[in-house]
């Protein structure tokens, strides 16, 4: 028998309209894991105890009334990019270390009112800039499955909530793969929606053109469950498109008779491999051969595997190093020290605003308001953003033509997995690389997924990304299901 804090979303559901226990129960559960467990691996930031008993208890007269919904009762962690109104928000920044947010994003009240018990938010790379957790200003995020290593970035609080069982779920934020890259690190399992699905207000936006907001937990099952309640258009946010939104449990067995809903319904589902993502030079060769292995058990299902080319993947690390830092700085001034959070002791306006961000800011975050100024500046503008916004629509056209071949695309998440503690700290190049599976979907505005494929020798996880459509969630969940009951 698992313990309360190890159950899945359907299994905690079961279990409390079952009366087997308690959300007062299982909220202790988690608790107690948090206190035991923070200490080591430093995945909460802020942990509203108090809040979450009153909820619990609230969620138990729910259920006793027969007035639950689906996650009535069931407790959960937020990344602390993310502001929950009247709860602390730091963003991992220390200019932000007293924010109490007075407003909540919307996704987070669409979870919450589905009667979700609040634990308390989750440490990341600060404002999400990272792919380690090392740019943090509350320290870095232990690997439960190898505390020497990191846990990914920049969810990497949430991803290693779930995966050592502090939590349940946990929502998160995915502008170039931080949703997937910890998800993939820890061996859960960690969903970037379309850009347009999930409303981003309330969201810190980092870079705007790319910001996602998404859902990580232990099954594919699960985090069908949370995207089904956060999709949809908010009047808040005016990137949110009008769009049915499904319920994404329901079509899964269909999915490999029916060839997907991208093609013809009689052909087989077609599964396309790029072969950019599987060239030799920086993929771990134990990422590699899993990878390959999962993808002969689809062979195996009647999937029909495809070699397609992607040839614009190799300017995606440039193209989103330009555009991400262009769009932090911008979005970054407004945290002046003045009209939110921390403010630093100064004898003048000037000061003001240089200690405050000097002091309230990593290094990380210094560096790309850095080159994002630069790259906006009069005279660069032209040369650097605007020229690669044009080849970020070249791998966008990349990704639209090899959608016309196949229904989904399967790579590896990351090239390697989890790496330690301090190694790729001071090279800045070998930190962005880390991205380059996971970059260019976002720079496309697709959904992708990261699953478990397996560990490696030395029991850490890797994770297989799989990319679908535009708006394309339904096969992504569906193909995602199918592979996890093969590994399971
Ligand atoms: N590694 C990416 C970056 O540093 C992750 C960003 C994100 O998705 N928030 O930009």
């Known amino acids: 028998m698992p313990l309360l804090n190890e159950l899945t979303i359907k299994q905690a559901r079961e279990g409390l309209d079952a009366k087997e226990f308690s ?12 206190k035991k467990r923070n200490k080591k691996i430093n995945a909460f930031i802020t942990v509203t105890e108090e809040l979450a008993l009153q909820e619990a208890e609230k969620a138990d007269k729910q259920i006793k009334q027969k007035k639950q919904t689906i996650l009535t009762g069931i407790p959960f962690s937020i990344k602390d990019a993310i502001c929950v109104k009247d709860v602390r928000s730091t963003g991992s920044a220390k200019i932000l270390d007293n924010y109490i947010a007075p407003y909540e994003s919307t996704v ?54 779930v995966a050592d069982h502090q939590c349940i779920f946990s929502i998160a934020e995915d502008t170039g793969g931080s949703i997937r890259q910890p ?14 699905r999930n409303s981003r207000f309330g969201i810190m936006p980092m870079a705007s053109s790319l910001d996602t907001v998404g859902p990580m937990g232990k099954t594919v099952e699960d985090v069908a469950i949370l995207e ?44 396309g491999v790029p072969k950019e993502y599987f060239e030799k030079e920086g993929l771990d060769v134990e990422v590699r051969s ?13 999937v029909e595997i495809v070699e397609v080319s992607l040839p614009h993947t190799k300017y995606a690390i440039p193209v989103y190093y330009i555009i991400v830092p262009s769009e932090d700085s911008s979005n970054l001034g407004r945290l002046d020290g003045i009209r939110y959070g921390v403010q630093a002791k100064h004898k003048n306006l000037y000061e003001a605003y240089s200690k405050s961000r000097a002091q309230g800011f990593p290094e990380e975050v210094k560096r790309r308001i850095m080159i994002g100024t630069y790259a906006l500046s009069a005279g660069y503008y032209d ?52 991205d380059v599976f996971v970059a260019p979907a976002s720079l496309a505005g697709l959904p992708a997924i990261s699953v478990p494929a397996g560990k490696t020798k030395s029991g850490l996880p890797v994770g297989l990304q799989m990319i679908g459509p535009r708006m394309g969630e339904q096969i992504v969940f569906n193909l995602a299901s199918i592979l996890e009951d093969q590994n399971t």
């Open 183 to 196: 998800a993939s690190f820890c061996g859960i399992v960690g969903l970037r929606p379309s850009y347009g």
């Open 23 to 34: 959300s007062v129960e299982l909220t202790m559960a988690c608790l107690d894991r948090i």
């Open 228 to 271: 089904s309640i956060m999709a949809g258009k908010d009047e808040k946010d005016a990137t949110t498109v009008f769009d049915k939104v499904t319920n994404y449990l329901k079509k899964k067995k269909e999915t490999l008779q029916s060839g997907g809903q991208a093609r013809n319904k009689k052909q087989k589902l077609r599964v």
């Open 108 to 161: 987070i009240t669409k979870i919450r009112e589905q009667g979700a018990v609040l634990l308390g938010k989750n440490n990341c790379d600060a404002f999400g800039h990272g792919a380690s957790n090392e740019n943090s200003m509350y320290g870095p995020v232990k690997n439960p499955h190898d505390e020497k290593r990191v846990a990914g970035g920049s969810s990497g609080g949430s991803a290693a909530a």
């Open 290 to 302: 899993i990878i390959e292995e999962n993808i002969e058990k689809l062979k195996g299902l009647n």
């Open 383 to 434: 040369a650097y953003y605007k020229k690669a916004q044009k080849v970020r629509t070249l791998i966008k056209q990349d990704f639209e033509e090899v959608f016309g071949l196949v229904d989904v695309l399967i790579t590896p998440t990351s090239p390697f997995p989890a790496f330690k503690i301090g190694e790729k700290k001071d090279d800045v190049l070998a930190m962005y690389l880390a």
